[in-house]
T-cell receptor, first 110, second 115 residues
Framework: EPEVTQTPSHQVTQMGQEVILRCVPISNHLYFYWYRQILGQKVEFLVSFYNNEISEKSEIFDDQFSVERPDGSNFTLKIRSTKLEDSAMYFC????????FGQGTRLTVV | KQEVTQIPAALSVPEGENLVLNCSFTDSAIYNLQWFRQDPGKGLTSLLLIQSSQREQTSGRLNASLDKSSGRSTLYIAASQPGDSATYLCAVKKAGGTSYGKLTFGQGTILTVHP
């Protein structure tokens, strides 16, 4: 069964460093998303991406965040200068009416 | 701003019980509603999708209903099993003519089914 794949599963980084989280969406999907879940909190929307451009972003998605679809299969989230409060589980999703989520990348900023 | 609330926050039941998880949302102008399962430290698995025009959806032992006008959905789990233990999340997609809108999540119901 097709699935959304995320790498790495866990990343530890020092504050101020840049990180890139990678996702391979389901191949015939056209809409892509990033969400995050801080430990103990709700899953919250970051950004949606369609037709090679951002279609919607939340107030969380500020200038330190960017997304890219560098080729026909990958979808990435870059955090330019990580802060302690960026520590969270980051989920990639793809789909249309129904959203399918990956297993997540646990980002720990130390 | 859409707010999604799930009740109860946690539920512990013996194996075999039928149970109901509740989800309410403040803005009834939704495109659809999705129920997910999340195991500890894992991703979200889609369980059921209900379009705004639908009243319910069924998959195996799971049945989800939607009352859009009152801003409520319920997830019914029949004959619960220890393997059903997980966090169940409700999420709504706002209306607006597109299928690619963002999901707004509730905080989840932590379900424990003990043998």
């Amino acid at each position: 069964e097709p699935e959304v794949t995320q790498t790495p599963s866990h990343q530890v980084t020092q504050m101020g460093q840049e990180v890139i989280l990678r996702c391979v969406p389901i191949s015939n999907h056209l809409y892509f998303y990033w969400y995050r879940q801080i430990l103990g909190q709700k899953v919250e929307f970051l950004v949606s991406f369609y037709n090679n451009e951002i279609s919607e972003k939340s107030e969380i998605f500020d200038d330190q965040f960017s997304v890219e679809r560098p080729d026909g299969s990958n979808f990435t989230l870059k955090i330019r200068s990580t802060k302690l409060e960026d520590s969270a589980m980051y989920f990639c999703a793809s789909g249309g009416d129904e959203a399918f989520f990956g297993q997540g990348t646990r980002l720990t900023v130390v | 701003k859409q707010e999604v609330t799930q009740i109860p926050a946690a539920l512990s039941v013996p194996e075999g019980e039928n149970l109901v998880l509740n989800c309410s949302f403040t803005d009834s102008a939704i495109y659809n509603l999705q129920w997910f399962r999340q195991d500890p430290g894992k991703g979200l698995t889609s369980l059921l999708l209900i379009q705004s025009s639908q009243r319910e959806q069924t998959s195996g032992r799971l049945n989800a209903s939607l009352d859009k006008s009152s801003g409520r959905s319920t997830l019914y789990i029949a004959a619960s099993q220890p393997g059903d233990s997980a966090t169940y999340l409700c999420a709504v997609k706002k209306a607006g003519g597109t299928s690619y809108g963002k999901l707004t999540f509730g905080q989840g119901t932590i379900l424990t089914v003990h043998p």
